[in-house]
């Protein structure tokens, strides 16, 4: 398509292009995802049946021209975060720090290590530019995110309907995790049920509330961060603490300081963990979501695991590199 003569037709493009339902008129797409030809071709039946029938004689040369400069228009504008990431060379990422091998604070230097660090760390590499971190709580993260204050999230959140209303993010997921709770030895707790009318500790913001209450009829209280809220279990201020696998897994195994603790299985509504940004920055999400497949593909994740002693290795990431490997 010529798009000097799309331009002789402007008048004409914009009665086509106002003719869309607004839903259309907002659409986005990502050139580098996209082949912009194919988009056109493969929407044109779409288009047409929107547009008013006195442009629909005029073959498809004007429909094309709209298409074409909706597609233009929308992927030459960056979303406002991807424009600041470029404008000023740095990536501000939201990380969770709870503790053990997915993120925790070196007690000689304080600096913050483990898998999210690693994962936000790689992320600044191969997008070329700094990195801060922002340490961040699941009761503050959101709220950290949609004021500005980081760019993207890696702070063990799995992907929920809910967080999708409100959030955008890189929809391939990083890493696949569940809760599991965590009670003293001496408990007469084996099972899920077993937590009906008792009181529950949890991170307040925790997806874990919701199948607790309403399929375990448990009672739950939420604490700014894990931390505190393993400190009131060990405090007796309730039965059981819910968290993510990858959280209580590695304290009972390897930490002395909890070995009259066991944990139950198995794992509460396990989902997906993505990187999440603010509501329709498409371009960071897609920029993102590259990285994320580049990662699954090359088996950085697995070797990242490896390194970082995470036990037991996700089988989620091994399916998710022999998907990608193929790509």
Known sequence: MD??????????????????PASWRLFT???????????IEENMNAIESVAPSSLKSNNK??????????????????????????????????????????????????????WNVELAEDIARQLGVALELVQVQPSNRVQLLQQGKADILIAGMEWTP???????FAPTPFYRVGGIAIVPQSSSIKHWEDLRGKEVCLSQGSNYAKPLTTEYG??????????????????????????D?????PLVNGNPEW???????????PGNSVVWARKGEQDTVAAIDKIVQGWHKSGWLIATEKKLNISPASPALVELHDKFKKS
């Open 3 to 20: 798009m000097r003569q799309c331009r002789q037709h402007l008048s004409h493009m914009d009665m086509v292009f106002y003719s869309f």
């Open 29 to 39: 797409v990502d050139p580098s995802a996209l082949k912009q030809s194919l988009f």
């Open 61 to 114: 040369f004007l429909l094309a021209c709209a298409a074409a400069a909706m597609l233009f228009s929308n992927g030459a504008h960056a979303d406002a975060t991807w424009d600041k990431i470029k404008q000023r060379h740095k990536i501000v990422v939201g990380v969770l720090l709870p503790g053990g091998p997915f993120g925790s604070l070196d007690p000689a230097t304080q600096k913050p290590n483990g």
């Open 162 to 168: 809910e967080r999708n209303e409100i959030l955008s």
């Open 218 to 243: 448990a009672s739950v209280k939420g604490f700014k961060s894990s931390a505190e809220s393993l400190l009131a279990l060990r405090g007796n201020n309730c039965v059981a603490a819910v968290h």
């Open 245 to 249: 696998a990858i959280l209580l897994n």
């Open 259 to 269: 070995q009259g603790y066991r944990t139950i299985s198995p794992e509460l509504i």
